[in-house]
């Protein structure tokens, strides 16, 4: 119920009909408001919706409409600025992440040639058969795709691999579990 005292002040007791009366009557303007901080509709209404529930919860400590005003304005305002350096920190961490994930780019990229340039010049040393094994087993092929596009036996295949990996552990020897590491 609102009256006016003497002192142009407007008392207020916020059962849930006046409530409702404040509520129609700042709610559009506290969105407007707290938009001004947020630039993000959504966000406002929830700002405000926020700043309305915490109303409720405490509406016994207020006395006067201006309280009650003042209150709603200053804690939309505060809400909203919580939201800004929320997404300012949100932000700035997604910032570092990317950055960390060019750099981890550009290192993988460079680990991943090196390799495979290391791998390459070590197949490169095997005889013409296998070295055409192992180029093919490095195109993903099967051993009965390899087979049957160099008219070989599976059996023949699966021997000239094994053969192949025995020569490349010693070719690769000081590099070995680096490749193996990288390529699982």
Excluded at 30 to 47: G, H, K, M, P, R
Excluded at 114 to 143: F, H, S, V, Y
Aim: glycine fraction near 2%; charged fraction near 30%.
């Amino acid at each position: 119920m609102v009256t006016e005292t003497s002192y142009t002040f407007i008392s207020i007791r916020l059962d849930e009909r006046e409530f409702h009366n404040v509520f129609d009557k700042y709610y559009v303007a506290l969105c407007l408001f707290a938009n001004q901080y947020t630039e993000n509709e959504e966000v406002s209404a929830d700002i405000v919706q926020d700043s309305f529930a915490k109303l409720w919860q405490i509406r016994e400590d207020f006395f006067y409409l201006h309280q009650v005003k003042s209150f709603l304005y200053t804690a939309v305002r505060n809400k909203a600025l919580n939201e800004l350096e929320h997404s300012k920190v949100v932000f700035e961490y997604a910032q570092k992440v990317i950055e960390k994930r060019k750099d981890s780019f550009f290192h993988d990229a460079v680990v991943e040639e090196e390799t495979c340039r290391m791998l390459t010049d070590a197949i490169d040393k095997l005889p013409d058969q296998m070295r055409a094994i192992m180029r093919l087993a490095m195109e993903g092929k099967k051993n009965g795709e390899i087979a049957e596009y160099l008219n070989v036996s599976v059996e023949t295949v699966h021997t000239l691999k094994k053969i192949a990996y025995k020569k490349l552990r010693i070719y690769l020897k000081d590099y070995y579990y680096f490749l193996i590491l990288f390529y699982l």
